[in-house]
Structure formats: C-alpha cells, structure tokens
C-alpha cells in the first residue's frame, strides 16, 4: 500500500499503538480503548491490516452486542462510558455508522464535515498523511546546524509563494469550491507567484466561455457547471499560463516545497487537503485558506505562530491583495515563524513510529481526559461558528482589510497592523501519570491487541 495514501493514517497508527511501550492486555486497565475496525464505504486499496467494513447492515444492526461480544468485559466498559471509546476513522461512512456507534469518539481524517458531523472537543482532528521517505524533514534527528540552514534558504526562496496541484471542480460545493479557481485565474500571470494547476485543460478549460460568449449561469451547480469565467486582468494570457504543462515526481514537488516561503493550503472540493502536511513537513509557512472547524493537536500548538490564515471568503475576493500582504510582511516576522515551524514539523511526520512524530501526537490526542459534560454532548455544533472563531484569533482579519483598502484605494493605512503572535504554545514537561489504552481490532471477531497508551507529548 502507498506509505502516503490518504488511508494510511490507519497504518500507521496502527502499527504505532502495536509497538507502544506502554500498553495493556486488561481492557479494564485501560483508560482508552482503541477500535481498529475501519469503517470503508469501498476499499479503496489493499489493506495489510484492520478490517474493512463493507456490509453496514450485517455487521452494526446488532449494535454494541454484536461488535464486542455479549457479556463481554469491552461491552460493560461500553455501557459504562462509551467515550472511553475511540472509532478508527470512518471517512464518508459516518453515513451509514449512525446512531449507537456515535457514543464512540471518531478520528476525523478526510473531513467530509458536512457529512460527518464533526463533533468539537470530542472527535480527534488527524492531519493528513505524510509518510513516505521523501517527506523525513531535513535535520530529523534534531541537528541544531540542519535547521539553522534550512530557515536560511527558506528566507532565499526561489519561490516566494507557491501552489501546485488541482483546481477541482468549481461546482461540488459552491462558493467554497470555486477558491482555488479564483486564486488561480486571478494569480496565474504574477512573475512573483508560483501557481501551476495540474487539472486546467480537463477541469477548467471545459467550463470557460468562448470567445465574447458570457457564462451560461453565475451559480455552479452540477446543473450548471458552465459557471465561471477568467477575469479580463488575465484573459489575455496564453492558454499555457498557470499550467506547468507535464507530470512532475514527488522528489521534484518536494523541491519546489522546500523553496518556497509561503504555500497557500487552500479548500478543494472539501476542506481538507493533503497539502497541509505536505507544506509543513517540508518547511513552507501555510497559508491556510479553509472552512475548517478545527486543527489537528492545537490543544497543544499555537498555529498563529508557525502559520497565516485568510477567511476563504476574502481570499477568493482580493486574491492579489492577498499575496502583496504576504510579500509585505516584516522579514524578522516571517524568520520567527518558519524558525518555529522547524521545531514542530517533525510532528507531522507519519513515518517515525519510534519518535515524536504524527503517530505519537495521535496518541496523546486519544488519551486526553474527556470532560464529563462532553460524555453525553452528541452536537456537532455549527462548522461556520467553530471557524468563524478560530479566524478571530489566528487570521491577519482587520488588519488584512487595512491593506486591502490601502491598495484599492491608495489610502495610507493607519497605525501599524500589530504582528501576529509568535510564541508557541508548550506542555509541561514533567512525568505524567501514565495513561492506559487497550486496543479492540474486529477482523472477522473481534479480539483484543495487547497495546496501551501513556501520555507522551513532550513540549512543542
């Protein structure tokens, strides 16, 4: 199986709880019981482990008797507190793994929230999969001298501000599916901007107008996908700009990650997008530009400090705004994030299962204490509320807005827009009291894996 498939977050924690130190064969032990039964509405790619559910109604209409066991010790800690309960993930299968199955806490991957249900403080935020060897961050094994290097050619970027990769369909879920076309069609002939789309002739160049001929409708729709059109600011451009025009490797895209300072993380047909991680294990500040209701391990990490972040909204509006207030920011700022971001990048990392990486934090995100009240709280609140928050204390907001109409309207912003907040948030490094996980695979029964948990996250 591909080490970087969007699935492999199963592997990987998986393998990761099966070589945890701390571990317990009692499931009454443990304080967390891991259920590695995934729940796969198709499988995708041959997996080397846990167990693809694919007949719902087979294996869930017994509920909780019939996927622990009846009388069984996991089915007492079920009925006891089901939040001790950790659901590996599920993707678009919370469809159909409703109703008894929602006691459990559910690890959120690929974020199909509109459809998940994402419940806040309660599910676990995993980030995507970074795993492969191309991806190890330079000076892995915490050489001081790798990281001082490599801030200093991030500062010398070839690339300023970076984005390769899809467009997507401007019509799934609009108007936050039209962003990246937005960007593109409105940065595409910027000398300053690397913005190669790697699906315009067969996603966007079908759905322009030709010629003089205007748009068949102003709202996508899978009704009306012959939507949207190239703004006159880049009409003139050739057919070729914005288009890298041949397939690139991993190890070439990885390069151009590494010489870029600034990458835009931008919403696709969902929220998610594997470029998240991709951009931090490498290096590149992200620009995070999506709907998305919370953030893997902020409980623990100030993103404000290693980050920006835009409303979508704005963005898709003022594109070229955007990336002069990204070019414009003081040099002493942009140095504190990206020396900030060397720090923690490695925690992004799936492939170390023996260090501090994605797998370890996973962990400790499984083990945190859930408060009593949440035990029962089955909402998943509004998404635009939980977003709308996080961009009041993470995102540039009225100060972008100064700069904005500072461009539009050659006006002289006011008083200088205060830096964004450069301190990373850190734990308490002194011994925790250890904190067991029992580990519940279904196969074709379920059995239990002798793994446990301990709280392991050292200070960012």
């Not at 003139?236 to 690139?248: D, M, N, V, Y």
């Not at 919403?267 to 209701?293: H, M, Q, W, Y």
């Not at 067991?436 to 200070?459: D, Q």
Request: with cysteine; net charge positive; proline share 7%.
């Amino acid at each position: 199986m591909d080490p970087d498939h969007h699935l492999g977050v199963m592997h990987w924690l998986h393998q990761g709880l099966r070589r945890y130190e701390h571990r317990t064969h009692d499931p009454e032990r443990a304080d967390v019981i891991f259920v590695a039964h995934y729940f796969l509405v198709r499988n995708a790619a041959p997996l080397e482990f846990g167990a693809p559910l694919l007949k719902w109604d087979r294996d869930l209409r017994h509920g909780p008797e019939g996927l622990f066991g009846r009388n069984s010790t996991l089915l007492r800690r079920w009925q006891r507190r089901p939040a001790d309960f950790v659901v590996g993930p599920i993707e678009t299968a919370c469809r159909y793994a409703r109703g008894w199955l929602d006691g459990a806490r559910h690890l959120v991957t690929a974020a199909h929230f509109g459809q998940c249900l994402y419940r806040h403080l309660y599910d676990i935020m995993a980030p995507p999969v970074a795993a492969g060897p191309v991806w190890a961050p330079p000076g892995f094994d915490s050489s001081e001298s790798a990281t001082e290097v490599d801030v200093d050619a991030r500062t010398r970027g070839q690339h300023r501000v970076l984005y390769i990769g899809r467009l997507g369909k401007p019509y799934i879920e609009p108007p936050m599916s039209q962003l990246r076309f937005n960007m593109w069609a409105a940065l595409r002939g910027r000398t300053d901007v690397t913005f190669y789309a790697t699906d315009a002739e067969s996603a966007i160049f079908p759905l322009l107008p030709r010629g003089d001929e205007p748009r068949k409708c102003h709202r996508c729709s899978f009704a009306c996908k012959q939507c949207i059109a190239l703004p006159e600011s880049t009409r003139h451009l050739p057919r070729i700009a914005g288009q890298l025009g041949r397939r690139i490797s991993t190890s070439e895209y990885r390069s151009y990650l590494r010489n870029a300072t600034f990458c835009l993380i931008m919403r696709g047909d969902n929220e998610a997008t594997k470029k998240f991680a991709e951009s931090i294990v490498s290096g590149c500040l992200p620009v995070l530009i999506a709907d998305l209701p919370r953030l893997p391990f902020d409980r623990r990490l100030d993103y404000s400090s290693i980050s920006y972040e835009f409303d979508w909204r704005q963005a898709s509006t003022y594109p070229n705004e955007l990336v002069d207030y990204l070019l414009t920011r003081p040099l002493a700022e942009v140095t504190a994030k990206q020396r900030a971001l060397m720090r923690v990048r490695r925690h992004f990392y799936f492939h170390a299962l023996d260090r501090d990486g994605a797998v370890r934090q996973l962990i400790h995100d499984m083990c945190a204490t859930v408060d009593a009240e949440k035990q029962s709280w089955r909402s998943s609140g509004d998404k635009e509320l939980l977003y709308q928050k996080r961009l009041a204390i993470s995102a540039p907001g009225s100060g972008f807005m100064k700069h904005v109409a500072a461009m539009m309207h050659a006006v002289k912003p006011g008083e200088p827009v205060s830096t964004i907040g450069l301190t990373v948030t850190r734990t308490s490094s002194s011994p925790a009291t250890p904190v067991w996980l029992a580990v519940a695979v279904s196969w074709t029964v379920l059995f239990v894996i002798p793994v446990a948990c301990v709280t392991v996250c050292r200070a960012w």
